[in-house]
């Protein structure tokens, strides 16, 4: 039985002070969970986060694939791994689009972070023309091989992919149950056909873009929907707390 996990990705959201204030209203709340959960949370607030959060996993939004060097602006895996962050988000589409992350990057975070034993959250993802196209397989497959090239099984199986449609992010349009679980069926039949059955089985898939507590129960209800990736409604606590109970 696969373990449900839910992170909330709070992107460019909240101050250091307001990280303080949310985990003091949620992080109690979330002990004795049946599931992994946790948030993403700015560079800047991840060592206070570390220190409130005793429940909550708290997770980074990206990592660079260089352990040190010349890269204004970046954070090392050995950065994260000092912080004792666990969880880094590699490969979703904000940073493919606007920041030139491309399916070789993230491969490289894959595996750096997977050499210090941590969990990247693989994000893949079709467009809303590709979509249209009649090209979300393939387009989806493309990027899990490419995200999983040079991985041994046994880091396979620790990895979280989330799948999140691109035209489901932050637009209010939300992919029914079945479309989700449609595609993520077939990341785990192309996760199977690059290593075998049991990887496959026992890998974790999300489901990202729009995720409310109001659908999120429907999503979770689905064979090959194991958690979700949640953007906008992990920012208040409350909303927060509906997904997770």
């Known amino acids: 039985m696969r373990k449900p996990i839910i992170i909330g990705n709070w992107k460019m959201h909240k101050t250091t002070s307001e990280t303080i204030e949310f985990l003091k209203q949620v992080d109690a709340v979330c002990a004795n969970l049946t599931l992994e959960a946790?948030?993403?949370?700015?560079?800047?607030?991840?060592?206070?986060?570390?220190?409130?959060?005793?429940?909550?996993?708290?997770?980074?939004?990206?990592?660079?694939?260089?352990?040190?060097?010349?890269?204004?602006?970046?954070?090392?895996v050995d950065m994260l791994e000092d912080l004792k962050i666990t969880h880094i988000i590699i490969g979703h589409s904000e940073r493919r689009q606007?920041?030139?992350?491309?399916?070789?990057?993230?491969?490289?975070?894959?595996?750096?972070?997977?050499?210090?034993?941590?969990?990247?959250?693989?994000?893949?993802?079709?467009?809303?023309?590709?979509?249209?196209?009649?090209?979300?397989?393939?387009?989806?497959?493309?990027?899990?091989?490419?995200?999983?090239?040079?991985?041994?099984?046994?880091?396979?199986?620790?990895?979280?992919?989330?799948?999140?449609?691109?035209?489901?992010i932050g637009t209010g349009k939300t992919a029914t149950a079945e479309i989700a679980q449609k595609v993520c069926a077939i990341i785990r039949t192309k996760i199977a056909a690059l290593y075998d059955e049991v990887v496959a089985s026992v890998i974790r898939i999300q489901y990202g873009g729009s995720v409310k507590p109001d659908n999120i129960k429907e999503l979770l209800a689905q064979p090959d929907i194991d958690g979700a990736l949640v953007g906008g409604a992990s920012l208040e606590p409350q909303t927060f707390l509906g997904l997770v109970k």
Do not use: R
Not at 44 to 51: D, E, G, M, W
Not at 149 to 163: H, N, P, R, S
């Open 38 to 76: 946790g948030v993403a949370v700015p560079y800047v607030n991840l060592a206070v986060a570390k220190q409130h959060a005793k429940n909550l996993i708290i997770a980074a939004q990206n990592c660079h694939y260089e352990d040190f060097g010349a890269f204004t602006g970046e954070i090392s």
């Open 98 to 168: 606007m920041f030139n992350e491309t399916d070789e990057t993230v491969n490289l975070k894959a595996k750096k972070l997977l050499a210090k034993g941590m969990i990247p959250i693989i994000c893949c993802g079709e467009t809303l023309q590709q979509y249209e196209n009649n090209e979300t397989q393939q387009i989806v497959e493309n990027q899990i091989a490419k995200a999983f090239q040079g991985i041994d099984l046994e880091d396979a199986k620790t990895v979280v992919i989330a799948y999140e449609p691109i035209w489901a």
